[in-house]
């Protein structure tokens, strides 16, 4: 199974800073079919998880564009610039490229 | 709109099964592969299923392999996850998904004698 490495397992940051989140990969992400099914999620507390960036870096419907997604192969990163109250939560990286499917351990973003 | 509703947790004894229900609406599910996930208290995130739209293929996690039965009843628009054999480490909320972008609240299931 694909081990999916997600660091830090948690960040304190003031509202308006910026942060960086990585994910690394026991092997390459890329399938078959050439792209690379990479996706980062929020789960804000109490809720259920939502779906931020797809395939490393494609922001998903309704996204802002304060996160980005960049990367390749097996290492992988989610910035947040200019962080919001309302992005403060656990960050969740998946990989959907091979079967089973894994998640990183999480981030948790806290108010500093 | 996008909704996707669980049901079917509770408190269970272990070796006992359960069957939860997905209901989804708001897009064409036949058209969709769905997921069941699962996060134990306080831990991550595990996938643990995955339909094809048309039933076609199904894929599951090692550690329910052989215990959990994933299906689908496009003409209901209706998910399912039976679970049988179950465990103490089976107790977590369980959710449905469509892709990883639309998720349904979630439903508990704890396992305990």
């Known amino acids: 199974d694909v081990v999916m490495t997600q660091t830090p397992p948690s960040l304190s940051v003031a509202i308006g800073q910026s942060v960086s989140i990585s994910c690394k990969s026991s092997?390459?992400?890329?399938?078959?079919?050439?792209?690379?099914?990479l996706n980062w999620l929020l789960q804000n507390p109490g809720q259920s998880p939502k779906r931020l960036i797809y395939?490393?870096?494609n922001l998903g419907s309704g996204v802002p564009d304060r996160f980005s997604g960049t990367g390749s192969e097996k290492d992988f990163t989610l910035k947040i610039s200019r962080v919001e109250a309302e992005d403060l939560g656990v960050y969740h990286c998946?990989?959907?490229?091979?079967?089973?499917?894994?998640f990183g351990a999480g981030t948790k973003l806290e108010l500093k | 709109e996008v909704q996707l509703v669980e049901s079917g947790g509770g408190l269970v004894k272990p070796g006992s099964s359960l069957k939860l229900s997905c209901v989804a609406s708001?897009?064409?599910?036949?058209?969709?592969?769905m997921h069941w996930i699962r996060q134990a208290p306080k831990k991550g995130l595990e996938w643990i299923a995955l339909?094809?739209?048309?039933?076609?293929?199904?894929y599951y996690a090692d550690s329910v392999k052989g215990r959990f039965t994933i299906s689908r009843d496009n003409s209901k628009n209706t998910l399912y996850l039976e679970m049988n054999s179950l465990r103490s480490e089976d107790t977590a909320m369980y959710y449905c998904?469509?892709?990883?972008?639309?998720w349904g609240q979630g439903v508990m299931v704890t396992v305990s004698s």
């Open positions: 998904a469509k892709s990883w972008v639309n």
């Open positions: 998946v990989q959907a490229t091979h079967v089973p499917y894994t």
């Open positions: 339909i094809y739209y048309d039933s076609s293929n199904k």
């Open positions: 708001g897009f064409t599910f036949s058209s969709y592969g």
């Open positions: 395939q490393v870096s």
């Open positions: 092997q390459s992400l890329v399938h078959s079919d050439g792209k690379t099914y």
